[in-house]
């Protein structure tokens, strides 16, 4: 049960990559720019998550269904796949609006 919450998050990541590829919404519309806003919206996250941590906003529960491996103080590993799958499912979402416009048009 240690790493539930890790093997939910990869579940719900392979998901959203077979969305994206079944419906050309990020990564298969344009790979090296969706890696680009991909890594800049983690970042941005992990930043943010850094400084609620240093503000003492931020701080991480302990549960049976986590790994404990920690990225920074307070930052499990978890985190950087959940901001992953926020990021990715945003621009999906994205791309299925877009898509969705375009057709309209």
């Known amino acids: 049960m240690i790493v539930l919450y890790l093997l939910a998050l990869l579940i719900s990541l392979a998901g959203m990559v ?3 590829r079944r419906f050309t919404l990020f990564f298969w519309r344009d790979a090296r720019r969706a890696g680009i806003v991909l890594a800049a919206g983690i970042l941005f996250f992990l930043v943010w998550d850094l400084f609620g941590v240093g503000l003492g906003i ?3 529960g302990e549960t049976e269904f986590m790994t404990g491996l920690l990225v920074a103080p307070e930052v499990p590993l978890e985190e950087v796949f959940f901001l992953t799958l926020l990021c990715y499912l945003t621009m999906n979402i994205y791309g299925a ?4 416009r375009m057709s309209a048009a």
Do not use: I, K, W
Request: charged share 30%; no cysteine.
């Open 18 to 20: 077979a969305l994206d």
């Open 58 to 60: 931020f701080f991480r």
């Open 97 to 100: 609006l877009t898509r969705t």
